[in-house]
DNA sequence: CCTCAAAATTCGGTAGGACCAATTTTGAAG
DNA sequence: CTTCAAAATTGGTCCTACCGAATTTTGAGG
């Protein structure tokens, strides 16, 4: 009996609807869906409210663009709990990334074509880049680690990295105000993103499988140390201003 | 003005309601709000599925205390238009349970306590001994997965695998009917869920990790077996009865 | 024919009533 | 005071109706 709106969705992915095509009348909906207006209008609102779905009155429901940067942001609100929660699970999903991220790195080394490797160039670049705003950093940072998702061709691992990463933003947005940016770390995550794509665009898989294994071990504990500090600051009760930058997901 | 949602809120925070307090009723509060029950309730769908209120059927609204479980499962959720779209992406998981599981073994076999231990060896027990009813095999089958995943003692490594669990069961009972039993398959199984056992409980992780790795390459070969011949018995057009039994989920 | 504004239709937004099923409360019997 | 069935409460669903915005159709004027 799977939920109203589980079944929206399935009717979403079963007629193809891309993003910004119209859904069925609210109902004519209703009624292939065998329901009153009513309830699927609550099951709408939800859906709305999780932004895979935008109304326009008078007009129609439409399939919401994926791409706006609204929607990534209204789906890590309803995670600030687990943001507040004791020690955050930052240790756990860099477990889980290097799990996934490795064999990510290493099917889009097998599987990459000619716009993925495009994609992700372009995506390299653009982290390399660098920018001003720490947030728009890091959105280049998931961005290019979703490329190489995306390139594995494998849809499930992209939606699960995808996830994670929403429940990355989190704790960086929290304590964004509270990290050190540690010496030399820009160059480093540069050169490791770097052997990374070439790996992949060569497609030398077992060699971008240990190029992402050695970068995510270098994040895994360049995080602990700002942990460290960051605790070892607390204990020293010293507030000294911080400057925080990117590489939080890098 | 302020959406409805953002004025039950506020109604939320003025009456000073806190976690698993009740909410007037729905009648009461949309007269208080000064709308139709009709709108109060799409809100309050909203809020529902961002998981601020939690409902109980003839019992009441009531605040939920926010958890950090339901904010990975909402982090999650976009995987389940997946499961039920055309086709099936069991390719797709079976790749990620690799990854995930493997290191599932391997943390299991560092971290395991005497509670895991107990659980992992009775979880086994049950999944030797197997069950007439397939359905009852598989949960079986998933349960002793998922006390590896627990073991592990990495929540997120938890809840990723218990989600795909998840999305595999909905492919089961969809292509249940049409899946041969291997001869010896059982046999095999079995054999391999003891050699992940014993090496969990002796602490040798890398061990762990082969085992796993062994019994998960074996399932998705014998997976793609049965896959293959579906296929050619279907291009036979031949229609002969087919016994489906356990070992989707081993 | 074409243009374009008015009219008709479509569509989401809201209101209100009715009934069902699960829960909670009530109150009479013991 | 306890027990337990009846009654009131409450969320879940369906229905009908109407409003206003957006879209489509119409048809008069060029």
């Known amino acids: 009996m799977p939920s109203l709106t589980d079944q ?11 993003p910004g095509e119209r859904l069925p009348p609210e109902r004519a909906l209703a009624s292939t869906l065998g329901v009153s207006r009513s309830r699927l209008r609550e099951a709408i609102q939800q859906l709305i ?5 935008v109304s326009r009155r008078g007009g129609g429901n439409f399939v919401a663009d994926g791409s706006a940067d609204l929607a990534l942001e209204q789906a890590l609100r309803p995670l600030q709990p687990l943001a507040q929660a004791e020690g955050g699970y930052w240790h756990d999903i860099m477990e ?3 799990s996934l991220e490795t064999d990510a790195a290493y099917y889009a ?8 490797r495009q994609r992700l160039t372009k995506a390299l670049a653009a982290v390399c880049a660098g920018a001003a705003d720490p947030a728009a950093q890091s959105r280049a940072d998931a961005a290019f680690h979703m490329a190489i998702a995306e ?12 996830g994670l990463f929403d429940l990355l933003k989190i704790s960086i947005t929290e304590s964004l105000g509270k990290l050190h940016k540690l010496p030399d770390t820009v160059d480093a995550l540069n050169d490791q993103h770097q052997k990374i794509v070439d790996a ?3 497609g030398r898989a077992e060699d971008a499988r240990r190029a992402a294994a050695d970068h995510l071990t270098f994040v895994e504990s360049s995080l602990r140390r700002i942990e460290d500090d960051a605790a070892r600051a607390r204990r020293a009760g010293a507030l000294r201003s911080t400057h925080s930058q990117e590489g ?3």
């Not at 929206?8 to 891309?18: D, G, K, M, R, Y």
């Not at 390139?151 to 995808?162: E, G, K, R, T």
């Open 8 to 18: 929206i969705e399935t009717f979403i992915a079963q007629h193809q609807l891309a």
């Open 49 to 53: 409210s999780r932004g895979i779905i």
């Open 96 to 98: 889980i990334r290097k």
């Open 109 to 116: 080394a097998l599987r990459a074509n000619d716009d993925d």
């Open 151 to 162: 390139a594995s061709h494998n849809l499930v691992l992209a939606q699960v990295i995808s």
């Open 200 to 202: 992949i665009l060569a």
């Open 248 to 250: 939080i997901l890098p």
